[in-house]
């Protein structure tokens, strides 16, 4: 048979195979998300070929390459451009009279052909994300992809996003990603239609942001630690370019974070003269937040902010720039005579009001250049603030009303449902995480109310955030560079995603159209998706859609799989399952639920936590928040101090109460003083443990928390013994009391 022959029927089996796919559609769901306003689908499908072609208007060249290049890697064909062409096969079309919002599209899909119409390029760019998650999953790879019948459904969409600010934080100064990781991260952004990147560049732990003016910011202030040991780096002013110019073709604006008037060490360290004192630090290694502030009453301080202002405003396009703001401690303020000099000067009643005092500098500065300040919204909460500013609500979403009152703009960002360095859940297993707020569900983090957005409307939207201070927890999960390796982009992507899934259509969607079990189930196609983007993340437990009793006394678990594809494998004797242990194929019945674990394996490297079956502590519920436990082996027969964390059960500054709670065992449990640790930082200490008036089994101690610090770990040091031996087992709960 000849070659030419040989060609021919490949190519007939692939358009009949094609053709089997169309009709395959008519039935199937399409799977979105964000979800579209509006999306008719027909009858049919449209199929890419290797002569397909693709026009645009003049003005979106920049949008027909980027498509261009997406198809031409996972296709391997190199698809023609044609500019102002009306003839194609794929047409991008400006239309700025068109009923169409900022950033919405006109996508329409028929067998003849694509087209995608907008009123600006971030509609047009959002059509073909669209477009493209209407192709199968293998559309995303970097590589060509062979025998694939590159369809999609034919259909009708209207589109828009119902809030204009959709935004991320990336923590890069806590730990440095290099620019290729923030450009991965920005496309993923890009691919759920998010809009704004929030670069944390600067804290304590490292200044990321070369500023020509300020050498030593980056020769010393972007490093930590000595030799071999050494971590950190920065981003050039090219590197930086580059990285918008990219950003700007995905319709991502980033938002440069300038932080002062805390978690500015970095700098402090480069030039001690900016803080009150003068005296010499060294960028830390491990986390903590430091008191030494930008001295607000230096005329020396408040040049060097301005050139390093200026600097920014230079380099970055954006019509923001954030300036942080919090976590400050005011002691040194309080203290220092320059700073006292101008408390009395501007008339000001205590050292806080000074952050206003800044605030209001640079907001007007950045008035005059055509920027909007932006702050977490400790900058709205420090004395009075002039020029209207946009704060980022994270600790406490009631205080939007205080930007509602004077005119200012807001950004939610819960800690409570925003904060994806916290983890998914509690089930043994899970990677190291920030506790001092309990886990964020995919559930949890779908479920955010937010109000439909209007023009008048304070809030203007919403905004995921990705801390990287694990990293200098004390827990190495820095790249060995030497192996070439990237635990540290799995780890963040890890818990960026699916939870950024769950963002996008929180910014996207309007309220009445989200609905989180069909959420689940179109997110069960995406994940496919994020394998062929290189793109980690943490893989679900499996779904159980019935748990029942039976007639003999069994309960019978039946499953299904969250991600399209995996495969769930399983153990009915409460051993930790393996991609060796059997494969679910039907129902699975077990004497006892603590019995059964399973998970899902999307391959033999990537698979879920097991199903965990948590304890069930509700008849404690009135001693708060379960702590740790004690069992015989802890226990020593003499007085000793046991140390165990409690980060995540002290939630914020108050009065706090321990309770010690013996649940089986011949002995009793004897405790002496208790310490409270902040890191290695004594907070309190009490020696004289109080005895429950309901159960005199039961020890409480109570004490007092008045330097709470977020995302840092917590300790309780008690010293324990065993009376009359040490056959004693109890649960430890921590309440904080109401004020």
């Given at each position: 048979?000849s070659?030419?022959?040989?060609?021919?029927?490949m190519?007939?089996?692939?358009?009949?195979?094609?053709?089997d796919?169309c009709s395959?559609?008519?039935?199937?769901?399409?799977?979105?998300?964000?979800k579209?306003i509006r999306?008719?689908q027909?009858?049919?499908?449209?199929?890419?070929?290797?002569?397909s072609t693709?026009?645009?208007?003049?003005?979106?060249?920049d949008q027909?390459?980027?498509l261009?290049?997406?198809l031409?890697?996972s296709?391997g064909?190199?698809?023609?451009l044609?500019?102002d062409?009306?003839k194609a096969t794929?047409?991008?079309s400006?239309?700025?009279e068109?009923?169409?919002q900022?950033e919405?599209?006109l996508?329409?899909?028929t067998?003849?052909?694509?087209?995608?119409?907008?009123?600006d390029k971030g509609?047009?760019f959002y059509?073909?994300?669209?477009?493209?998650?209407l192709?199968p999953?293998?559309?995303?790879s970097?590589k060509?992809?062979?025998?694939?019948?590159?369809?999609?459904?034919?259909?009708?969409?209207?589109?828009?996003p119902?809030r204009?600010?959709?935004?991320?934080?990336l923590?890069?100064?806590r730990?440095?990603?290099?620019?290729?990781?923030?450009k991965?991260?920005i496309?993923?952004?890009?691919?759920?239609?998010?809009?704004k990147?929030?670069l944390?560049?600067i804290?304590?732990?490292?200044w990321?942001?070369e500023?020509?003016?300020?050498?030593?910011?980056?020769?010393?202030?972007?490093?930590?630690?000595?030799d071999?040991?050494?971590?950190?780096?920065?981003?050039t002013?090219?590197?930086?370019k580059?990285m918008?110019?990219?950003?700007a073709?995905r319709?991502?604006?980033?938002?440069?974070?300038?932080?002062?008037p805390?978690?500015?060490?970095s700098?402090?360290v480069?030039?001690?003269?900016?803080?009150c004192?003068?005296?010499?630090h060294?960028?830390?290694?491990?986390?903590?937040?430091?008191?030494?502030?930008?001295?607000?009453?230096?005329?020396?301080?408040i040049?060097?902010?301005?050139?390093?202002l200026?600097?920014?405003?230079?380099?970055f396009?954006s019509?923001?720039i954030?300036?942080?703001?919090?976590?400050?401690?005011?002691?040194r303020?309080?203290s220092c005579?320059?700073?006292?000099?101008?408390?009395?000067?501007?008339?000001?009643?205590e050292?806080?009001?000074?952050?206003?005092?800044l605030?209001?500098?640079v907001?007007?500065?950045m008035?005059?250049?055509n920027r909007?300040?932006?702050?977490?919204?400790e900058?709205?909460m420090?004395g009075?603030?002039?020029?209207?500013?946009?704060g980022?609500?994270?600790?406490?979403?009631?205080?939007?009303?205080?930007?509602?009152r004077?005119g200012?703009?807001?950004?939610?960002?819960?800690?409570?449902h925003?904060y994806?360095?916290f983890p998914e859940?509690?089930?043994p297993?899970?990677?190291?995480a920030?506790?001092?707020?309990?886990?964020?569900?995919l559930?949890?983090?779908?479920?955010?109310?937010?109000?439909?957005?209007s023009?008048?409307?304070?809030?203007?939207?919403v905004?995921?955030?990705f801390?990287?201070?694990?990293?200098?927890?004390?827990?190495?999960?820095?790249e060995?560079d030497?192996?070439?390796?990237n635990?540290?982009?799995?780890?963040?992507?890890y818990f960026?995603?699916?939870?950024?899934?769950?963002?996008?259509e929180?910014?996207?969607?309007?309220r009445s159209a989200?609905?989180?079990?069909d959420?689940?189930?179109r997110?069960?196609?995406?994940?496919?998706r994020?394998?062929?983007?290189?793109?980690?993340?943490?893989?679900?437990e499996?779904?159980?859609?019935?748990?029942?009793?039976t007639?003999?006394?069994t309960?019978?678990?039946?499953?299904?799989?969250?991600?399209?594809?995996?495969?769930i494998?399983?153990?009915t004797?409460?051993?930790y399952?393996?991609?060796?242990?059997?494969?679910?194929t039907?129902?699975?019945?077990?004497i006892?639920?603590?019995?059964?674990h399973?998970i899902?394996?999307v391959?033999?490297r990537?698979?879920s936590l097991?199903?965990y079956?948590?304890?069930?502590?509700?008849a404690y519920k009135?001693?708060g928040?379960?702590?740790t436990?004690?069992?015989p082996?802890?226990?020593?027969p003499?007085?000793?101090?046991?140390?165990?964390?409690?980060?995540g059960k002290?939630?914020?500054?108050g009065?706090?109460?321990?309770s010690?709670?013996?649940?089986?065992g011949?002995?009793?449990?004897?405790?002496?003083?208790?310490?409270?640790?902040?890191?290695d930082?004594?907070?309190?200490?009490?020696t004289?443990?109080?005895?429950?008036?309901?159960q005199?089994a039961i020890?409480t101690?109570?004490?007092?928390v008045?330097?709470f610090?977020?995302?840092?770990?917590?300790?309780?040091e008690?010293?324990?013994c065993?009376k009359?031996?040490?056959?004693?087992?109890g649960?430890?709960?921590?309440?904080?009391k109401?004020?």
């Open positions: 048979m070659k030419h022959s040989s060609l021919l029927r190519a007939l089996a692939l358009i009949f195979v094609a053709s796919y395959a559609f008519a039935s199937t769901e399409i799977n979105l998300i964000p579209p999306m008719e027909t009858s049919g499908c449209f199929q890419l070929t290797a002569k693709i026009s645009y208007d003049a003005t979106l060249r027909a390459e980027y261009q290049q997406v031409n890697q296709t064909w190199e698809l023609a044609k500019e062409a009306r794929i047409h991008l400006l239309n700025s068109a009923r169409i900022p919405g599209y996508l329409s899909v067998p003849k052909g694509v087209t995608i119409e907008g009123k509609g047009i059509g073909i994300q669209t477009l493209l998650q192709f999953p293998e559309i995303y970097d060509r992809q062979r025998n694939i019948a590159w369809t999609a459904p034919a259909v009708s969409i209207y589109d828009a119902n204009p600010w959709r935004g991320m934080m923590d890069v100064a730990y440095f990603y290099d620019k290729e990781f923030v991965k991260y496309d993923m952004m890009a691919m759920y239609k998010l809009n990147l929030q944390h560049l804290d304590d732990s490292g990321r942001l500023i020509k003016k300020y050498p030593r910011l980056t020769e010393v202030g972007a490093w930590a630690g000595t071999q040991h050494r971590l950190g780096g920065f981003y002013q090219e590197e930086i580059e918008i110019a990219y950003g073709v319709n991502v604006e980033i938002i440069p974070e300038i932080e002062f805390a978690h500015i060490l700098a402090i480069a030039y001690p003269w900016l803080s004192t003068g005296l010499q060294e960028v830390p290694t491990q986390h903590f937040i430091s008191k030494d502030l930008l001295c607000a009453g230096k005329e020396s301080s040049q060097f902010l301005r050139d390093v200026e600097e920014t405003v230079e380099l396009p019509s923001y954030n300036i942080g703001g919090d976590e400050a401690n005011y002691t303020w309080e005579p320059y700073c006292q000099a101008v408390i009395k000067r501007e008339g000001l009643k050292a806080s009001e000074l952050q206003g005092y605030t209001n500098i907001a007007e500065m008035k005059g250049k909007t300040v932006v702050g977490w919204e900058i709205l420090r009075e603030v002039r020029t209207p500013v946009v980022v609500f994270w600790h406490n979403v009631a205080d939007t009303i205080l930007a509602t004077t200012h703009k807001a950004i939610l960002t819960p800690a409570t925003m994806f360095d859940s509690q089930t297993g899970e990677v190291k920030a506790t001092w707020m309990p886990p964020i569900s559930e949890k983090c779908y479920g955010m109310e937010v109000n439909d957005y023009p008048e409307s304070t809030v203007i939207g905004q995921g955030c801390w990287s201070d694990q990293f200098i927890h004390g827990t190495i999960l820095q060995i030497y192996l070439n390796e635990r540290s982009e799995n780890y963040a992507e960026t995603f699916p939870r950024l899934l769950a963002l996008s929180i910014a996207w969607t309007a989200r609905n989180y079990p959420f689940c189930q997110l069960s196609s995406h994940f496919p994020l394998d062929f983007k290189n793109c980690h993340y943490r893989v679900p499996p779904r159980i859609e019935q748990m029942e009793s007639p003999d006394g309960l019978k678990f039946t499953l299904s799989t969250p991600v399209a594809g995996a495969q494998h399983y153990t004797d409460g051993s399952p393996s991609v060796h242990s059997p494969l679910y039907g129902p699975v019945e077990v006892d639920k603590s019995d059964f399973a899902t394996v391959n033999p990537h698979y097991p199903i079956f948590a304890p069930d502590y509700s009135q001693y928040i379960y702590t436990e004690w069992k082996l802890i226990i020593q003499h007085m000793v101090p046991w140390k165990f964390e409690c980060t002290i939630s914020g500054n009065n706090y109460t321990i010690f709670i013996p649940t089986k011949e002995s009793s449990l004897k405790l002496g003083k208790l310490k409270l640790y902040k890191r930082e004594l907070l309190t200490e009490t004289q443990p109080t005895v429950s008036d309901t005199a020890t101690y109570s004490f007092t008045n330097d610090e977020a995302g840092t770990p917590f300790y309780i008690v010293e324990a065993g009359d031996g040490n056959d004693t087992s649960l430890v709960f921590i309440l904080k109401e004020q």
